[in-house]
T-cell receptor
């Protein structure tokens, strides 16, 4: 299984862009990079995902390096509500039917947005 | 509103007393899954289901059972709960089981087994 490495914690000032890095050097060609976040003990919330190209949605942008060994999640204008644990996940395929998948959550990055 | 619901949200029980945590989704999703979250261990998959009557073990299935008789429901059954099953449990669902499908999580069930 491809593993991810994230810094355990980061701080960012409110209104600034928060850039969260993730290393996934063993990623294989058909594995997607997903980002989720968990606010306190709520259910994890999907943010964004990508395969090769950079992606943007209403929540964030995802920048994937050309060699796909690392990525960066960008929250363009962080607010206090963005304080959460952010998980970078590489989707794993397993199970009795090809394509069955699970999310392997690491320890994530605890992002604190400061006023 | 599209959502995954879990019940109960909080439960305190005693060792050996059978319990069921329900999970329901209203998005007509094929894939459903149960995770548990423990401090320092992150979220770990317990069981998953790719469709009605199709289930498989995750990483930590011991002590748990599941069933998928209807597409919308995926209950988690603890036949004889033990204190090491004290945890925060999440149910998740996605449209299908491919890697491109986003998983949506329920609000969680905090279980304490005394």
């Amino acid at each position: 299984d491809a593993k991810t490495t994230q810094p355990p914690s980061m701080d960012c000032a409110e209104g600034r862009a928060a850039n969260l890095p993730c290393n996934h050097s063993t990623i294989s060609g058909n594995e997607y990079v997903y980002w989720y976040r968990q606010i306190h003990s709520q259910g994890p919330q999907y943010i964004i995902h990508g395969l090769k190209n950079n992606e943007t949605n209403e929540m964030a942008s995802l920048i994937i390096t050309e060699d796909r060994k690392s990525s960066t999640l960008i929250l363009p204008h962080a607010t206090l509500r963005d304080t959460a644990v952010y998980y970078c996940i590489v989707r794993v395929v397993r199970g009795i039917i090809q394509g069955a998948q699970k999310l392997v959550f690491g320890q994530g990055t605890r992002l604190t947005i400061n006023p | 509103e599209a959502q995954v619901t879990q019940n109960p949200r909080y439960l305190i029980t005693v060792t050996g007393k059978k319990l069921t945590v329900t999970c329901s989704q209203n998005m007509n999703h094929e894939y459903m899954s149960w995770y548990r979250q423990d401090p320092g261990l992150g979220l770990r998959q317990i069981y998953y289901s790719m469709n009605v009557e199709v289930t498989d073990k995750g990483d930590v299935p011991e002590g748990y059972k599941v069933s998928r008789k209807e597409k919308r429901n995926f209950p988690l059954i603890l036949e004889s709960p033990s204190p090491n099953q004290t945890s925060l449990y999440f149910c998740a669902s996605s449209l299908s089981y491919g890697a491109r499908n986003t998983q949506y999580f329920g609000p969680g069930t905090r279980l304490t087994v005394l």
